[in-house]
């Protein structure tokens, strides 16, 4: 959107606690299966609306000759959608193509990935909340360019007017008088006066579209933490406290994402030395409750990740003080629950692999290999875990995943829930996959616990792409002989 109110308008970045899906890291990532093909998709929604996406998708394996992506908005369907792009091939890269995606609405979206080729056909159905996050500057040599050519049709008309009144209808060669020359002025001026009113109504107009485009920047619902403590145990009520909730216009109900209507993560702040995954059960339409563990008092960051049924997903943001825990079990507990106390965060610690003990015995390896960590390049972080007497160890799916990971950097800009299969919702995948007009298509490769699991698998690894420099800490959770297990570790990004 463009402004001319303040030359050039600013960039208006909301604060990272405003994203959507997660917190300040809004790239989406998938790795999976277009039917017979093993592909990377990397979606770069626009922060303007309308704006361009940009898509990435690369072929880890076979060839294809062909690659289109397409986006389908969830209310019009594949049926409602525009015609396929077709993707183009990266210069110097094998088995990566590129594309470029017009987004038209704020919205839940999916970006369809379509693969031709030796294996026959293949698609991938990655789901993509787009919303309105920024306000863009218009370019200086664009808004000088525009000034000029303004201001040439002004005096152009001007002139064109003038000209008409006062020659128009004189004999070839004659002089016009000064009575038409006197019109000529006059109609001149009242020209002038003409276009400063439709110059001035359109100023106003405009500054009103782009008023109304801030007023509709993304803001997530807003929510309240309270804790209520009993002499046996702290429940943590959370409430959406947002007049837009059920009134938005593109409003829909949550729904379960593997299995339930809210992720909750707790992180202590501000040494992230305390870490919970939790699970919170839905008291009325806007009220959810849950108990707490037996963290250690404090402040704590809240991030609620919750799909509504239109496929999109967003994080809801707090915070909460949670006085000191009372002694014994937590009754009520959902058997997914989890937390972890580690040390404050601090320097990462040196060496291609870092390793992470386990409660409960064993533990978690970060393969991080020598190269440094870079904001903005795309990485895999690939983790192994090992028993207690150091041979790999058997992971059981939890919640329907062979890990899940939490990343937040240390000011809290950055937070994201990831999956081995990527950072997109697996609720929102459902939703576009159940488009009649892709029939069975569009639920291959669904079978997410699955994914890339050989027997007695006992490494995972998940695609991301830090979004800024800066320290951050990895929570990386796995599920072993019914338990689940939580490897902490600590990374400095630069740019």
Known sequence: MRGHRTPPLLLILLVALVSWGHVGSPNVFFDGAAGPYPVRVIVRPPM????????????????????????????????????????????????????????????????????????????????????????????????????????????????????????????????????????????????????????????????????????????????????????????????????????????????????????????????????????????????????????????????????????????????????????????????DDSFRLSAPLGPPAAGATVESPLDGGGTMVWERGAAPLSAGREVDLRFSVRDAAGQPASLEPYMGMLSHAAIRRDDGEVFVHLHPVGSFSMASQEVFARDPALGHAGHAGMDHAAHGRPPAVSAVSFPYEFPRPGRYRIWVQVKREGRVATGVFDAVVGG
Request: charged residues 20%; glycine residues 10%.
């Open 48 to 335: 303007v609306i309308p704006g361009l996406a940009e898509v990435t998708v690369r072929l880890k394996e076979g060839n294809a000759q062909r690659v289109t992506v397409q986006p389908v908005q969830w209310k019009a369907g594949a049926k409602g959608a525009p015609p396929p792009d077709v993707a183009e091939p990266v210069a110097g890269e094998t088995g990566l193509w590129t594309a470029r995606l017009w987004i038209m609405t704020a919205s839940s979206y999916s970006v369809q990935v379509r693969l031709t080729g030796e294996a026959g056909d293949g698609l991938a159905v990655v789901p993509v909340a787009t919303a309105r996050t920024a306000t863009l500057p218009m370019q200086r040599p664009l808004g000088v360019a525009l000034a000029v050519a303004g201001l040439v049709l002004f005096f152009g008309v001007l002139s064109l007017v003038g000209a008409a009144v006062r020659e128009s209808v004189l004999p070839a060669g004659e002089a016009p008088s000064p009575r038409r020359r006197r019109l000529a002025l006059g109609a001149a001026g009242l020209t002038a006066a003409f276009l400063v009113l439709v110059l001035t109504g359109g100023w106003k107009w405009w500054n009103a579209v782009e008023t109304q485009y801030r007023e509709r920047l993304y803001q997530p619902y807003r929510i309240t933490a309270a804790v209520r403590s009993e002499p046996a145990a702290r429940t943590l009520r959370l409430a959406i406290a947002d007049p837009r909730w059920g009134n938005d216009r593109d409003w829909a109900p949550l729904m379960p994402d593997h299995g339930k209507l809210m992720h909750l993560f707790l992180v202590r702040e501000p040494g992230l030395d305390a870490f919970a995954h939790l699970h919170p059960v839905r008291v009325d339409d806007v009220t959810f409750d849950v108990p707490l563990p037996p963290l250690p008092a404090g402040r704590y960051g809240i991030y609620a990740d919750v799909v509504q049924e239109s496929g999109f997903a967003q994080t809801l943001v707090q915070t909460v003080d949670l006085p000191a825990a009372p002694e014994g079990p937590v009754p009520g507990a959902d058997p």
